[in-house]
């Protein structure tokens, strides 16, 4: 029980600290970048990062509870993709309403999540083979309904036009280049964030990722919350799977393999322990914006992709280490 | 007993999902005998033909060809590709096995050629010829090669980029990877062209976005906002074309640059017909499945073949898409 008690105090003193070097980092990126180019800090390519931020940071989400909750989730990319080809399945060969087709995406995902929780909660499958499992699943699921052919969204130009438009840009003309795919973003976040801090799901998640016994012992239904932990990831990764069919006007059925560790390392530089039991959304959202500024940045500057992977992985090892250093 | 209830009811909606997507998809489902098929319950020549991939368009075309040209020569084929160009290791294993099951000869577009040096000592010790397509197999043991000529095909991109921003000016390209043949010999002969006859033109960046349809979007929108005089910008395959197109609409630039692509599929070929993108080249991936087989028969015959086969490239813009010549090349 010890544990469980010290959690909230040293919880607070990571979370606001973390948060304060996270978002320092980021902000000596952009004055870096707008150093060393006129072309960075421009509203386009402003816009530019919020949209390259929006999917990662969106599937960022969905991993950031599972990592919290002590798990792992690595078929968050393909079940994005799975998603995004059934949105497609349902809208373009089925011909059914948008708005059906967004639903079956955000289902989709959430079934995926579903059934993860439930081997890993049920069936005791450790969450790195599960979600491993489920990434193989996915993955050629998508390439199965598809049948390895993109399904495009051409004849409901809605589906883009809603995504690519921007709400704020006809309130406020200069704010144009944020596209309503970022509010959704944003709007996801803001309810992540109520539900890993205000309700008993998200207590239930951080309680689970630091004392999994414990927890059970004072009679929560752990195998049930878990479940559920898995489900909410699936439906973020649904979420992006939708937000990404609708930027591209298509889904792609062999995209997505990949994006899933850079969910993770976005929740890892956001102050995510990986051991369980700790982390923020704002932590998260802030580390999806520092890896897209970093990509964003290097490229306006030209330096060769290879050194811009380089770059990543260094700051992200940094990241954590400057985390550590600090606990210690 | 409550545990497996509720696993079989999620296991049972997942499978019964999968199966009402798959039954009510359109019946248009290749016939290709599935690359699982064991070759011994057929008498006709077992001919393996491993490709690069099979998830983009392009393989789906070139293996259309395969097929026509099996059906044509009455032989059997099986054809499978590692998912990504980059897994050396498991176009290897494809290879290995293809060897195992004793085949008449073998289509290869290798990943890694010098990967392949041991497994082609091997198949020319067994008598098996090896047929070269697409990349092609940097090795003398191949008999023949059927491809596409990249280098030629990318200069005469940059002449018609040349010609079409008026001989001077930035470009900047987009290609899928800097290590596949296909890859480094597009940026090269498109570069080499520029710099060889067009003076007056700078490449101001070469960037690469693995073919991925959102990374090569945003990579082709910090180009154009790093460079504001960009006049062109050419996409070396297909899922680079489309995020220079995404770039482009999303940033409000249609018309303001001369955007060139590779290849085809849906949304070059609607962009090309709307008057985005001004023109691309095209492969004839059908041909270069068809020939390969071809080429496959007639060494297994003992013909002797010529060391290349040219398959040929075209370039196609809004005048002649419609074409019958360039349609037939074109996949959606």
């Known amino acids: 029980m010890e544990a469980k008690i010290a959690q909230p105090r040293s919880l607070f003193r990571s979370d606001a600290m973390q948060k304060l070097l996270a978002f320092g980092g980021l902000l000596v990126l952009f004055v870096a970048f707008s150093l060393a180019s006129p072309y960075f800090l421009t509203p386009d390519n402003i816009g530019g990062i919020f949209l390259a931020t929006a999917v990662n940071g969106v599937l960022a989400l969905g991993v950031t509870f599972v990592i919290i909750n002590g798990g792992i989730d690595l078929s968050v990319g393909t079940v994005m993709t799975f998603s995004a080809v059934m949105t497609g399945q349902f809208i373009t060969v089925w011909q059914l309403p948008v708005l059906v087709g967004v639903l079956a995406g955000l289902a989709t995902g959430a079934l995926c999540g579903l059934a993860n929780g439930v081997v890993i909660s049920k069936m005791k499958v450790p969450p790195f083979v599960a979600t491993l499992g489920m990434l193989y699943a996915t993955k050629g699921l998508s390439l199965v309904v598809s049948q390895l052919h993109p399904i495009y969204f051409n004849d409901t130009p809605i589906f883009n036009q809603t995504a690519m438009g921007s709400i704020l840009g006809l309130v ?129 500057l030209s330096v060769p992709q290879e050194w811009q992977i380089v770059v990543t992985g260094t700051i992200l090892v940094l990241a954590v280490y400057l985390d550590r250093r600090r606990k210690r | 007993m409550k545990t497996k209830q509720m696993l079989s009811v999620v296991f049972a909606l997942l499978t019964v999902t999968a199966l009402i997507v798959g039954c009510a998809a359109p019946a248009a489902a290749p016939t290709a005998a599935p690359a699982t098929q064991p070759p011994a319950a057929a008498k006709k020549p077992y001919i393996p033909v491993i490709s690069k991939g099979f998830q983009h368009q392009f393989w789906q075309a070139v293996k259309k060809g395969a097929e026509n040209a099996a059906k044509d020569l009455n032989v059997d084929i099986t054809f499978e590709g590692p998912e990504t160009e980059a897994m050396v290791d498991k176009q290897v294993e494809m290879f290995q096995t293809a060897l195992d099951k004793k085949p008449a000869a073998i289509c290869l577009a290798a990943v890694d050629s010098k990967a392949f040096i041991p497994l082609l000592e091997k198949a020319k010790a067994a008598g098996i010829p090896i047929i070269g397509f697409d990349s092609g197999v940097d090795s003398p043991i191949p008999v023949t090669t059927a491809a596409t000529d990249n280098i030629a095909a990318a200069a005469l991109i940059a002449d018609k980029m040349a010609q079409l921003i008026g001989g001077e000016g930035e470009v900047a390209v987009i290609a899928h990877d800097q290590t596949s043949r296909t890859g480094i010999d597009r940026v090269k002969g498109f570069t080499d062209q520029i710099k060889a006859k067009y003076p007056k033109i700078t490449i101001v960046d070469t960037q690469y976005g693995g073919g991925d349809q959102l990374k090569s979007t945003d990579i082709s929108k910090a180009i154009i906002q790093a460079h504001p005089n960009l006049k062109g910008f050419f996409g070396a395959n297909e899922g680079s074309i489309i995020g220079v197109l995404n770039a482009v609409k999303e940033l409000n630039m249609a018309g303001k640059l001369v955007v060139i692509g590779y290849d085809s599929g849906q949304q070059q070929m609607d962009a090309i017909r709307a008057g985005t993108e001004a023109g691309a080249v095209t492969q004839d991936p059908i041909g270069i499945g068809y020939k390969c087989v071809d080429a496959a028969v007639k060494a297994m015959k003992g013909e002797t073949l010529p060391k290349t086969i040219d398959t040929g490239f075209h370039w196609y813009d809004k005048t002649n898409i419609d074409d019958p010549t360039i349609a037939a090349l074109l996949y959606k």
């Open chain 1, 172 to 300: 406020i003309p200069a704010l144009d280049p944020i596209k309503n795919v970022v509010l959704i973003f944003f709007g996801a976040a803001i309810v992540a964030s109520i539900i890993l801090t205000k309700t008993v799901l998200g207590r239930y998640t951080f309680a689970l990722g630091s004392n999994e016994e414990a927890t059970r012992l004072s009679g929560v239904n752990v195998d049930r919350w878990k479940t559920a932990v898995y489900t909410l990831g699936g439906l973020f990764a649904g979420l992006a799977g939708v937000m990404i069919a609708a930027r591209l006007n298509s889904a792609q059925p062999a995209l997505g393999a990949g994006y899933e560790l850079d969910a993770i390392a976005a929740a890892v530089i956001g102050g995510t322990s990986l051991s369980g039991g700790e982390g923020s959304i704002l932590g998260t959202i802030i580390g999806a914006f520092v890896i897209s500024v970093l990509a964003n940045g290097l490229r306006i």
